[in-house]
């Protein structure tokens, strides 16, 4: 079984945020995979379903950022599930938009999903994929900056690296070890 979490917030209000990457690429896998959020457990949100062989779970944390390492710690000593079939998609201020970095381990770098999430696994070292929403501009707060939509003159930058770590994470849950998806997705 596998554990794709999208990072984000709940709510309208946050749905089309910078913040809100991990949610519009779960989003996307869903959609690819005809699968829909329509239940609720370990408070979140998630949907399920087969890629080939393989159990996988997309999972909504609707704690808040700062607070989705509570929810991912349920689902995980429910299932059993080991921190290597654990994969978490966020935002990254350090990455353009329309880029993606995968990575298996990392501190926080400032990410507070990322540091509730290490303090409630007690480990650094789980499988990320980074999508790059760019730095505010030099009168912007970082708050509003990832709280704010994407500028339309980088939407399609943005679906793009969307659709791409949608193909990583189906790459990966087809089979492949996080390295092998590192080296074709990086």
Known sequence: MKLIVGLGNPGAKYA??????GFITLDELAYQNHWNFDRSKFESIYAEGMIGTEKVLLVKPQTFMNESGRSVRQ???????KVEDLTVIYD????????????????????????????????KSFNRV??????????????SHV????????????????????????????????TDTMTKYN
């Open 16 to 21: 089309q945020t910078k913040h809100n990457i």
């Open 75 to 81: 689902w995980m000593d429910y299932y059993d599930i």
């Open 92 to 123: 990254d201020m350090d990455l353009p938009t329309g880029k993606i970095r995968l990575r298996q381990k990392g501190g926080a770098g400032g990410h507070n999903g990322i540091k509730s999430l290490i303090d409630h696994l007690g480990t």
């Open 130 to 143: 980074r999508i790059g929403v760019g730095r505010p501009h030099e009168k912007q707060s970082v708050v």
């Open 147 to 178: 709280l704010s939509p994407f500028h339309k003159s980088v939407h399609e930058d943005m679906l793009f690296a969307v659709k791409k770590a949608a193909d990583a994470i189906h790459y990966w849950t087809e089979g492949n070890t996080y």
